[in-house]
């Protein structure tokens, strides 16, 4: 059964960092692109950044030059660092790709950007 499971979310001041984490497994995580996706109530869910299996990268342009999508294949575990951090990015965010033909989600990190 493939898993994902985030972590790193939390409380940060305007202008602070975070580190998004999301370890994967029942998978043969180095062959699939992932993404990192962020909803906020009432709104949908919204695609942050990707990243393929060959480590190509896409952002969506809100983010662009403050986050950076990575993946350690040995760890089988996907980043996303963000800094720069605005109340605009305060979400739950999800790890997420598509195995086969399904999609599959994790339960989600709350980044609540605040002062």
């Known amino acids: 059964q493939v898993r994902l499971v985030e972590s790193g979310g939390g409380l940060v001041q305007p202008g602070g960092s975070l580190r998004l984490s999301c370890v994967a497994s029942?998978?043969?995580?180095?062959?699939?692109?992932m993404n990192w996706y962020r909803q906020t109530p009432g709104k949908q869910r919204e695609l942050v950044a990707s990243?393929?299996?060959?480590?190509?990268?896409n952002y969506v342009d809100s983010v662009k030059d403050r986050f950076t999508i990575s993946r350690d294949n040995v760890r089988t575990t996907l980043y996303l660092q963000m800094n720069s951090l605005a109340p605009a990015d305060t979400a739950v965010y999800y790890c997420?790709?598509?195995?086969?033909?399904?999609?599959?989600w994790g339960r989600g990190t709350q980044v609540t950007v605040s002062s």
């Open positions: 990243i393929t299996s060959d480590h190509k990268r």
């Open positions: 029942g998978m043969n995580f180095k062959l699939y692109a």
């Open positions: 997420n790709t598509k195995y086969r033909d399904y999609q599959v």
